[in-house]
DNA sequence: GAAGTGAATTCTGAATTCATTATTCAGTCA
DNA sequence: TGACTGAATAATGAATTCAGAATTCACTTC
């Protein structure tokens, strides 16, 4: 049987289904920075007509991941050094203020369930297993900002998130790093449990920045 | 003589004059919270076909100041308490890393200018001059922005600022409100000018907060 | 042979048209 | 009289068409 409660019948916008096979192609760098984007080829390859595509392409400029130059069509931003220091500040911030709401406003049930992640979290860091461990990471992180209750926070956050993306793909984990990261996520749980808005915040802002540190210390080498 | 470098000729793209007027209409009231926003009136309104408007609208609704409903068109967001709490939480810490921001990397000249304007402030204040306070409030804060530089952060800010303008525009300043703003400007153009970087970040966020009290007392009355 | 000019092509911007979905309202039946 | 059905109407969603700007490229001229 199926499952799903009948409700209304999806019919996901045209436009909205663009911009996520668009967003996908960026992070992925199908499309790649400093690249043009030209409309025709776009249209013939999802099979759809410009005006749709055209709204993606705007949703997608809003979003900082391409650029709208008038009369003259798109452009894939490129990811500077300078650019990910700016969305990991202004990420780092926001984060913080998702553990410090997420201390004050979590239901006990979230908190049970965050600190079950996180032992998840060093589990699959003992088994050296990769994909659990990024998978496990992002749920953690959902889970903070769902437990801060603020939508609009919410919303911020994955806008900007969507840029660091491009980012943590090429991002490589070092043993060390990887390391620290799983204490840093065990002290965040700590705080939470403890209501320790303060802390919470604070740490997770660090959190937020060192990853950006490994991030740009991989791309060095 | 024509100061302006000729450079390239100014053609603004329709669907952005139109995004600025509705915003604009928004702000205003002219448009309500709740009240369905349809095409075709707006269209005929502005002189414009329902393409560049869909797409104002598309920027809008990504701006959270409309939200369209599938095949239903577009309603303008009700602006409940709690989503002016929300805005607030997440507007304080952005200009709080602001201030941070500002307080490490602005020029000496950046400083000199954000205290003269905090003098002018002060000197509005006494005047009782409540059109050039707030045009100088304004100039203030988009200095320290500036100060910071961060695109991202001035842009991820602007887009929260447009929602928390509209409720801006119904606060009415108490004296004595009026009163102490005025002297956390001082405090922060203090903090500034010490850099410290710390401090002017939580002088900013407390603000930013006070600001959020203030417009809530005055809606209870 | 190189630089500059202008027509042809290609691309984006906007308007219009066509298709589909939602709403309204008259009519029917219980 | 009230609720349901279904056609008519009006809205949105998407494709197509038309207009204007930018780029390309061949040709001319020095």
């Known amino acids: 049987m199926n499952s799903k ?25 199908v499309l790649e920075p400093g690249e043009k984007v030209r409309e025709k080829p776009l249209t013939e390859k999802f099979g759809v007509s410009r005006t ?6 705007k949703v997608l400029a809003s979003e900082g991941l391409l650029e709208l130059i008038p009369n003259r069509g798109a452009v894939i931003t490129r990811q500077s050094a300078d650019e990910l220091d700016e969305v990991f500040s202004v990420l780092a911030v926001l984060e913080g203020l998702a553990g410090e709401l997420a201390a004050k406003a979590a239901s006990d049930k979230d908190l049970a369930r965050i600190s079950k992640m996180t032992r998840e979290l060093r589990q699959s860091f003992e088994d050296a297993d990769r994909p659990t461990y990024f998978r496990i990471n992002q749920a953690i992180h959902k889970a903070i900002l769902e437990a801060a209750s603020n939508d609009t926070l919410t919303r911020t956050h994955e806008l900007l ?4 993306q491009r980012a943590r793909y090429q991002a490589n984990l070092t043993a060390e790093r990887w390391r620290v990261a799983v204490e840093e996520h065990e ?10 808005a303060a802390r919470c915040a604070a740490l997770m802002r660090a959190h937020l920045l060192n990853k950006l540190a490994s991030i740009k210390a991989a791309a060095k080498v």
Chains 1, 2 share one sequence.
């Open 161 to 164: 998130a969507y840029r660091a």
């Open 5 to 29: 409660i009948p409700g209304p019948i999806e019919r996901t916008a045209l436009a909205v289904e663009i911009s996520n096979h668009l967003r996908q192609m960026i992070f992925e760098g």
């Open 187 to 196: 002290a965040i749980a700590g705080a939470l449990e403890a209501r320790d």
């Open 52 to 57: 749709p595509l055209r709204e993606a392409l």
